[in-house]
């Protein structure tokens, strides 16, 4: 058998004729009125419009993708039962929610009882006054 001795096994089908009289009558398969009927049509992409939305002033930036950590002052940690702090006492005592990353002490306030800081940053000031009240920052 070769190329030219194969048949095909299903008749063909005749094309469905649009509009009145035959192949493209009336509106070409384009339907009435509307952009989309007319020639030369451009629809303009979603992008540019999300480009429209953003700000147009000088020097705007996106926020930062860094973690900005929870402030937590001395005079917040005074209140705290317990002498040891670390995230999960933090927590525990409501001072901060389940999705905060990162917490941070500073040394707004005064603390009289001795404590201990367990895996938190701490500013300078806030180690200072822990010391001198007889605590310790690890």
Do not use: C
Not at 89 to 109: F, H, N, Q, Y
Request: net charge positive.
């Amino acid at each position: 058998m070769q190329l030219h001795q194969l048949k095909p096994t299903t008749k063909s089908k005749n094309k469905k004729r649009i509009g009145r009289g035959g192949k493209r009558g009336t509106y070409s398969g384009r339907g009435q009125k509307g952009q989309k009927s007319r020639a030369g049509h451009v629809i303009r992409p979603a992008e540019r419009d999300l480009i429209q939305r953003l700000p147009k002033l000088r020097g705007h930036k996106f926020k930062s993708l860094k973690i900005k950590p929870i402030v937590l002052n001395l005079g917040n940690l005074e209140k705290m039962k317990g002498d040891v702090i670390n995230m999960k006492t933090i927590l525990e005592a409501g001072l901060i929610r389940k999705s905060d990353k990162e917490v941070k002490i500073l040394g707004k306030g005064a603390i009289k009882k001795p404590i201990k800081i367990e895996g938190l940053k701490i500013s300078k000031s806030a180690k200072k006054k822990i010391e001198s009240a007889g605590g310790s920052v690890s």
